[in-house]
Every structure is written in C-alpha cells, then in structure tokens.
C-alpha cells in the first residue's frame, strides 16, 4: 500500500509517497540522501538511527514512513546552524567524543534531546540518556565528557 | 520487511471491523516488538492497524479516590517523568526510568507493552503491584482482565485476537504505601534479564498489609506469588521472611538461558527478594511515628 505523506525534516516541509513496510530510516537515508542518521543493528537497540521525532529522540528503524504523516523530524544534519557546528559537535571534536564516527550522530541527537530538558546535567544524566547509544570503540568517557563540557559552555 | 497495509483507523469500529474481517491484523502501538517480530520474519502481518492515535487512549487522569486511568496508548515515558505518577505510583516512576532506553520509552505504549507477555516484561512487575486493571474492547462489547489474570503463560495473554485494550486502570493507594523493584540484567537497558522482583506492602497502624510480590524472568510469565504475600501480612518477623522466600523458590520454574542457569536465576531472585522485602519492612516500620 502506498501513502502520500509530509512531514517537516530540519526544518523543511517535504512530501513523499512511501510503502506501508518502509521504515523512516530509509526514506531520511535512501530518499533524502540524509546519511547522518546510520544503519546500525535494525532492531532498535544501537541507537545509531536515532533522530528527534516530535522533539524526542527515537530510532528511526523502529518508525515506519507512515508513521511520520505530520511529524516534525531533525536529523544530526540540522543540528548545525548555517555554518556554525552546534555546541555539542565542537564539542565532540575537541574533547574527542568521535573515534570511529559510527555512533556520533545519535550520541548528538541523545545528548540534544538530553540538553532540551536539563541544561546542566550530572554525569549519571548523561550515561541514563545514553543508554540506548552504542560506542564499539568504547569512547564512552570522552562522549560523556563532551557533552558536559559542551552544557557547560552554554550560559 | 515483508509487505503488509499500514492503516491508521479513525475510530474502534473501524479497527473493529478490520480485526474481525482478516485473518492476520496486527496492532501497533510503539513497534518496539511487533516491528522487530515483522524483520526476524517470525510474524507476517497482511494488516498493521496503527490504534495509538485513536481518541482517548493517550488520556492520563488521576482522582484521588478513584485511582490512575491510563490510556493504552500513553507512552512509557510519560510513566517515567509524568508527575502524578511521581507522586502516588512511586514503584512505576522508579521502573519506569529503568525500562529500555529513551528511544524505547518515546515510542513504546502501556497498552503495547502489556501486551507482550514475555516473563521478563518489566512494566507488569510494578502494575501487578497496584493491582491493575486492563479495561478491553472488541466489536462483541468491553470486559476488564485483572492484570494478574491476564499473562496465562508462554509469552501469551489473555486477550482474543479482536480485542483491543483501551485503558489500564490502577486504584488509589494511601501515602503509607511503599514499594521496590530490584532487576539483576546482564545489559544496563535490561535486556538479558537474569532475574527481576517488585515488592510492595502498606502500613496500617502498626501492621504491613496488602503485600505484594511480582517476580520476572522465573517463570512462563510475569507473576505475583499470592501465598508468600499471605505470609508477610501483619509485622513479619525474620523467619517469616525466610518462609516467604522459601515458598516463592517452590512456586518458580526458570529456565536456562545462554547467559544464565536456571540454578542461578533462583539465587539471584532469592538475594533480590530478600532485599526488597527488608528495604519495604524498614521504610515503613522506620517511618512509623
């Protein structure tokens, strides 16, 4: 079955036809060309995809493309405004949050959605909003200190 | 994935008639499960019926007297961070925060959640505590399934293939009312559960009452121990304790599992029991005045 949808990514109004088995994850990848957001394990438990759906943060494996009809959707690639990185990502690169760079883009949307609700967060915070974000290369530490020093950084 | 038609009903009705005119319909409320079951190839849907935007089943609302109401599709998350839940359901805001991870919880659904009867099914652990209730409706009329009636075993529940659960009701419980949930996972989302327990009583005068034990990941289903939660009423002393942790290890039946024996999940329900029955004695006896 296929369904007209819109829905707003990073900001821009965008509609598609789209097949009641595709998930969101392919459309914002194979039909946007929106790579941030990865294919990691499929199965809901690596976080790799994760994107803020409606201001929360979900893996867009587990979404199906229907499912978006009306959503407001950000991606890793509107994080950054104009030219300017987000706090978060300069942050990631000077405290080195990315090793291998699978995980980075749902360590940001995570530690974004995190940061929205509590500006000053404690360490514990931080692993707790994490828990659903795998890191193979096991940079756990600097991921966690990035995001401290970057919710440091703002006012 | 293999191909299915996504539909969005309008109304119960509708859903109704789509539950009762095919043969394979499935609900879908977070995903979380049905998604996972649809990519392994072990369910092949013809119909998914997305019903958590239907009206009133993302209702929440507390009255004092009457309790919790819970629309069936209200979302994990809101049971970890909502207050009311905060305040007069302790034991579910504390597993709550516990269950999966952000991602999950943004997504997955009370309704959804109860519904998948695997014994380690954290969020029965803390509603078999408060006693709740699940209110359900299919084209035949409504009926309410007693959560503890509910899981009958083997990752199955008591629901008919047409019926669909609209709320969960809990009942008002007094402030003296306390409760624990103790997990032992290999994972720190709780997946690869080796042995889970939630433990809740009630302080009346000088007496614990309404005791109540929900164990997970030792049986074919979530479950409460009825017989243990008898031997606990009133002020129970350590060899009451000792009975009631006894008589729990006869009414359990784990199984192996590839990061766990079952000889094991029983030490570790065992160790977690006894802590949470003490940790209830001592907040409630403690605070007495």
Known sequence: ?155 | MNAFDYIRPQSLEEAGRYLTSHAHVKLLGGGNTLLLNIKKGLEAPEIVLDVKHLPGLSDVRYHHNQGLKLGAAVKLQHLAAGLEIRRHYPLLHQTAQKLASPQVRNRATIGGTLAWASSVSELAAPMLCYDAVCYVWSPRGKRTIPLSEFYVGDGRTALARDEIITHVHLPAFPTRTYGVYQRQTVRHDGRRMIAAVAVLAIRKQQALTHWRIAVLGVDDRPKRIPEAEELLQGAPSFEEVEQALALVQERIHPQDVEYARADYRRVVLQSLLRHGIMEVIQHLQGSRS
Do not use: W
Not at chain 1, 14 to 27: A, H, K, P
């Open chain 1, 1 to 155: 079955m296929k369904h007209e949808i819109e829905f707003i990514i990073n900001g821009q109004n965008m509609q598609f036809t789209v097949d009641s088995n595709q998930t969101l994850l392919e459309v914002i990848r194979e039909e946007l060309g929106l790579t941030g957001a990865k294919y990691g394990c499929s199965t809901g438990e690596c976080g790799a995809c994760s994107v803020l759906f409606n201001g929360e943060v979900v893996n867009a494996c587990m979404v199906l493309a229907p499912e978006a009809a009306g959503a407001e959707i950000i991606t890793v690639e509107g994080l950054a405004e104009e030219d300017e990185l987000h706090p978060l990502q300069k942050s990631f690169i000077d405290h080195h949050g990315v090793q291998c760079g699978y995980c980075a883009p749902g360590m940001l949307i995570s530690a974004k959605a995190l940061l929205s609700r509590t500006s000053r967060p404690h360490e514990e915070e931080i692993r707790e909003a994490l828990v659903g974000n795998l890191c193979r290369c096991g940079a756990y530490a600097d991921i966690i200190k990035s995001i401290q020093v970057a919710s440091r950084a703002r006012r």
